[in-house]
């Protein structure tokens, strides 16, 4: 006890202040750790929901990433497949077209080979009739130094036949 005493330490005085110590302690624990301890808890659970809601807003964003690709895959597939279809739909309208355009061709070579084959036999008839006419009147006029009358019709009708018949044939 000596070495207590050396120190300046008085028993009753340490006594004292430890029950003191223990007092304060019982006191502020009572009021002041109380209210910090729930002040702490609160802050630590609002914390805690604060990281909850980041965590949800990661899983959200992560699958509004997900759907986002999938509906740009899914447009991405449907553009594709209108571009194919438009192509399919361009190249069906380009036959037909094609198509059309020869039978009309083929129609118009048909009406031209028509339209010339019937000028062609209206020629040849002019022709002919022209050729009967001038064939008649050097016959008339050859004939009519050898032969009479009746008999020179007769000639003439003959060789107008002939003519007639090589004509249609």
């Known amino acids: ?8 330490l008085e028993t009753k005085l340490f006594i004292f202040q430890i029950i003191n110590f223990f007092i304060i302690s019982m006191i502020i624990r009572k009021f002041l750790y109380s209210s910090l301890k729930k002040t702490l808890d609160e802050r630590q659970r609002k914390i805690q929901q604060s990281i909850d809601k980041i965590n949800n807003a990661n899983s ?3 699958n509004a990433f997900i759907e986002k690709e999938k509906i740009l895959a899914d447009a991405r597939e449907t ?9 399919f739909s361009i190249i069906e309208t380009e036959n037909k ?9 083929l129609i ?3 009406n031209a080979k028509e339209m010339a084959k019937k000028e062609f036999e ?32 007769k000639l003439m009708a003959y060789a107008i036949n002939k003519i007639n018949e090589r004509i249609t044939n």
Not at 1 to 6: D, K, L
Not at 138 to 144: E, P
């Open 97 to 105: 077209m094609m198509l059309d355009l020869n039978n009309k061709a």
């Open 1 to 8: 006890m000596e070495t207590v005493y050396r120190f300046g």
């Open 60 to 62: 959200i964003l992560k």
């Open 122 to 153: 209206t020629s040849n008839k002019k022709i002919i009739k022209m050729a009967l006419i001038m064939s008649k009147d050097i016959l008339s006029r050859v004939l009519c130094d050898f032969f009479n009358e009746s008999d020179k019709n």
């Open 79 to 87: 553009a594709n497949k209108i571009i194919d279809n438009a192509k």
């Open 108 to 110: 118009i070579i048909n």
